[in-house]
């Protein structure tokens, strides 16, 4: 008799390890997996356990967090944007093209970007909160829209120093040391981009969760109509979700002009997945069951440390691919989990 009553326990005390066990790795799997990711190629390279190679990582995932962090914050009104990448390209082409072309000064090479981020913003609020078209073709549409745009400005070509122009002669402006600074420069041995990448994860992180702002946002994405019925200015604070993530991606595309000298036709084409997989890979960090700022943070250190690793083992770019797939369908499979328990 009590040999039958300890086995028909025995089920009921595993079922309640592993509903132990599946909020722990919903939990802090990403953080686990990132802690085995640096063992694993620490083991396999000597190089990478470096403070170059760290640096280089920061520098790299500094951009992909800024357009993460613009991608966090559509999905937190419960949106999405598609176009992100392709401002991040129409970024670069346009502050590199005003020093280029039109020897323009640093600060104006940094304004036009930005107000064209928020311009490319804006038309997303427009067709998506009055037109009320749905968030994803929304944005498909206007992504390509702007690729067709940007190669329409440059014929296609990449914007760079003494670039020949159509009338024979070559651009008579240059790509300024001072625009270069934003993302080649390093103060006190940090790369300037990494500061940029910890001062807007700081700051928009402490906005969201400590501002009246940031918890309209959360609050007109987690129930719209209970929202408007609360008074709450829905259209508006919908439209201030994509107006950012327009600005955001124009700061990633600065920065990544600046880092590579040129302005490079679908330069941002490959930053979306990337931005992507680190905003939904940030819905289970820490528990957090929402789109959050650190968590989008760390999605972009679990991608750069992999994409790094992978390089340094001569991984071929397009195997890659297949890397980047996988970590998106475990971000989402980890958001929805993580939806579930919620």
Not at 166 to 194: H, M, N, R, Y
Not at 253 to 267: D, K
Not at 271 to 284: H, K, N
Request: glycine content about 10%; charged content about 15%; some cysteine.
């Amino acid at each position: 008799m009590e040999q039958s009553i300890k086995l028909t326990e025995l089920p009921k005390k595993q079922k309640k390890g592993k509903e132990r066990l599946l909020p722990f790795f919903t939990k802090y799997g990403t953080v686990l997996a990132i802690l085995v990711i640096v063992l694993l190629f620490s083991v396999l390279s000597e190089e990478f356990f470096t403070y170059k190679n760290w640096t280089d990582i920061l520098r790299a995932i500094s951009i992909t967090t800024l357009v993460a962090i613009g991608v966090t914050l559509s999905l937190i009104v419960n949106g999405f944007d598609l176009s992100v990448g392709s401002t991040v390209s129409l970024a670069t082409i346009t502050s590199t093209a005003a020093m280029v072309w039109y020897r323009q000064e640093t600060v104006i090479a940094i304004c036009i970007p930005l107000l064209v981020g928020l311009i490319v913003g804006l038309v997303n609020a427009f067709l998506i909160v009055k037109i009320r078209l749905p968030d994803m073709l929304a944005t498909l549409g206007l992504m390509y829209m702007i690729n067709g745009l940007h190669l329409t400005i440059t014929k296609g070509y990449s914007i760079y120093n003494n670039m020949p122009m159509t009338d024979g002669g070559t651009a008579s402006g240059k790509i300024l040391p001072s625009f270069l600074f934003i993302g080649q420069g390093e103060i006190f041995s940090i790369p300037f981009p990494v500061i940029i990448m910890f001062f807007f994860v700081i700051v928009v992180h402490l906005g969201l969760n400590y501002t009246k702002f940031g918890r309209l946002l959360y609050v007109t994405g987690g129930n719209e109509e209970a929202a408007r019925l609360s008074g709450v200015p829905v259209k508006r604070y919908k439209t201030y979700a994509y107006a950012l993530s327009g600005l955001f991606a124009s700061i990633a595309g600065i920065v990544l002009a600046s880092r590579i000298g040129t302005g490079q036709v679908s330069s941002g084409a490959s930053l979306l997945m990337d931005s992507v997989a680190a905003a939904l890979i940030g819905y289970s960090v820490f528990g957090a069951n929402k789109p959050n700022v650190l968590g989008t943070f760390v999605g972009s250190i679990l991608i750069g440390i992999l994409l790094n690793g992978l390089t340094m083992l001569n991984v071929p770019y397009y195997a890659q691919d297949i890397v980047k797939g996988a970590i998106l369908v475990g971000a989402l499979t980890l958001m929805y989990k993580s939806r579930k328990e919620a």
